[in-house]
C-alpha cells in the first residue's frame, strides 16, 4: 500500500520503500525510516509498502508493484528513492535502470547521516571507512560518489570509465584508515588501562539513537554535549567524571546510538569507540519509554552490546521521557531497572543510588600477603590494579591496592581478614 503526503520545495523529495516479509514490523520500520530521511535532509512525498514473502532478487519489488512506484516517479518529481532494507548492487542498478530515479537503500542512508555528524578525526575516518566498504561492491552503473561532498544523499559517481582506477584507489585507501584507527585503538587501549590502573571506574551509556544519552550525560555532568530532537544527533564518544553520593567519582562515558538492522560495516568502523562499553564496570541501558517501540528498543542495543561481547557486564535498564510515557504503570521496576525524565531531572537520586548499589563490589581496596615464591601474582597485581603500598616484610610481600572485584577471586587465599579491608 502507499501513503502520500504533500510535497514541499525541499531540494530532494523521496519515496520510501519497504517489503513486509513478516521478519519484523515493516510500517514501524518504515515510519523509522522517513525521520532517518528527515534527519538528512529529504522530504517524504510517500511511502510505499509490498506484502511478499521476501524481496524480489532482481528488483526487490515486484513487477505490479515496481510499475506502481514508477507511475509515481514520473507523475512527480521525485529526486530519490530510498529502500528499507540493504539492496545488492544489481538491485539497486536494476532499479535505478527501471525507474531512472537514484536509488540507494537503509544503510547508505545511515551512513550519510553519519558523515553529516561526525565531529572528530576519529569519528570522520571511521565513517569514511564504512562508507568505502559498503560502496565498493556497488562501483557500476550510475556509480556512488566518494567523497560525499556535494549533490546530496547517495549522490552518484563518474562513472565508468574511472570504475578501474576507483576500485584500486578505494582499496588503498581503506588500508590506510584502517592503519590510522589501529593506532587510535592503540591509544584508546592505553588510556582504559591507565584507567584501570588507577582504579577509574567507567559506567558507559547504551541505547537506541534519539533515546536521550546526551541529555542524560549533560543532566549529570554539565558536559555541554549536542542534544537535539533527531536520530544520530552526537556520534563521538563523550567522558565526564560524576561524583557519585557515596562519595565516589565514576567515568560517565556517551556511546553512539544504536538502530534496528545497524549497518555492519559502520559496527565494525566503531568498534574501538565501542570498545569503551566493553571495558565499561557498568552499562546504562537508556530507552525512549514514551516510544511504543520501546521493547524492541532496549532488545535491539542488547544484541548490538551482545555483538561487541560485553552481554556479561552488569546492566540497569533506565527509563527515560517517563513523564511522556502514560503507561508507566507497566513497567516493573526492580533492581535493575529506573525511571527517569533526564530534561526534567527526575528520578535522578534513585538513579544515581543504584549506580553505588550496582558497582559496591566492583572494586575494593584490599591487603594481601603474598609469599615470596609467588612474586608473578605480585606483578599481575600491579599490572592489574593500583597499588597503595608495598612493602617486603619477612613474612611475605604485602601489598595494599584497589582491585577489580572479579580478579580479586583468583586471590582470595591471600587477601587478609575482612576487618582489614575498606570498600571503595
Not at 565526564?240 to 556517551?254: E, N, Q, S, W, Y
Not at 593500583?386 to 591496592?401: N, P, S
Request: some cysteine; glycine content about 8%.
Amino acid at each position: 500500500m502507499a501513503q502520500f503526503f504533500e510535497n514541499s520545495t525541499a531540494p530532494e523529495v523521496c519515496i520510501l520503500v519497504g517489503a513486509d516479509t513478516g521478519e519484523y514490523d515493516a510500517y514501524a520500520s518504515i515510519d523509522e525510516l522517513e525521520e532517518l530521511a528527515s534527519t538528512a535532509g529529504a522530504t517524504v512525498f510517500a511511502k510505499l509498502i509490498q506484502k511478499r514473502d521476501k524481496p524480489d532478487n532482481a528488483t526487490f519489488l515486484g513487477e505490479g508493484k515496481l510499475w506502481e512506484l514508477k507511475n509515481i516517479c514520473d507523475n512527480n518529481e521525485i529526486d530519490l528513492l530510498i529502500f528499507d532494507g540493504e539492496l545488492t548492487p544489481s538491485q539497486q542498478r536494476n532499479i535505478e535502470k527501471f525507474t531512472d530515479i537514484r536509488t540507494i537503500d537503509r544503510t547508505m542512508l545511515i551512513l550519510d547521516i553519519f558523515a553529516l555528524n561526525a565531529r572528530t578525526g576519529e569519528g570522520k575516518l571511521q565513517v569514511e571507512l564504512a562508507q568505502l566498504k559498503y560502496s565498493l561492491p556497488r562501483l557500476g552503473g550510475k556509480g556512488t560518489e566518494m567523497s560525499r561532498l556535494g549533490g546530496g544523499i547517495g549522490t552518484r559517481g563518474p562513472g565508468e570509465s574511472k570504475l578501474e582506477s576507483d576500485r584500486r584507489h578505494i582499496h588503498r585507501r581503506i588500508n590506510a584508515l584502517e592503519q590510522q584507527l589501529k593506532t587510535l585503538s592503540k591509544r584508546r587501549k592505553l588510556l582504559r588501562e591507565r584507567r584501570k590502573k588507577n582504579a577509574v571506574t567507567t559506567v558507559a551509556i547504551v541505547g537506541y539513537t534519539n533515546a536521550g544519552k546526551s541529555t542524560l550525560l549533560n543532566a549529570l555532568t554539565n558536559a555541554g554535549v549536542l542534544a537535539e530532537n533527531k536520530l544520530f544527533a552526537t556520534l563521538d564518544p563523550t567522558s565526564r567524571a560524576l561524583k557519585l553520593p557515596d562519595g565516589r567519582t565514576v567515568l560517565l562515558v556517551d556511546t553512539v546510538g544504536f538502530i534496528s538492522r545497524l549497518p555492519h560495516d559502520l559496527v565494525e568502523a566503531f568498534k574501538s569507540t565501542l570498545e569503551e562499553v566493553v571495558y565499561a564496570d557498568l552499562i546504562l541501558n537508556i530507552c525512549d519509554a514514551s516510544d511504543p517501540a520501546f521493547e524492541e528498543h532496549l532488545s535491539v542495543t542488547k544484541r548490538v552490546v551482545a555483538e561487541l561481547g560485553a552481554s556479561d557486564k552488569p546492566m540497569l535498564t533506565v527509563y527515560n521521557k517517563c513523564d511522556k510515557a502514560p503507561n508507566l504503570r507497566f513497567f516493573g521496576e526492580t533492581g535493575n531497572d529506573v525511571r527517569i525524565s533526564a530534561l526534567k531531572q527526575i528520578g535522578f537520586d534513585n538513579l544515581l543510588d543504584k549506580i553505588c548499589a550496582s558497582l559496591e563490589n566492583t572494586r575494593r581496596k584490599v591487603k594481601i600477603l603474598l609469599p615470596y615464591s609467588d612474586g608473578a601474582t605480585a606483578s599481575v597485581i600491579r599490572k592489574e590494579g593500583a597499588v597503595v603500598c608495598e612493602e617486603y616484610r619477612e613474612d611475605g610481600i604485602y601489598i595494599e591496592a584497589v582491585l577489580d572485584g572479579r580478579f580479586l577471586n583468583t586471590i582470595e587465599k591471600y587477601i587478609l581478614p575482612e576487618e582489614d579491608e575498606k570498600e571503595i
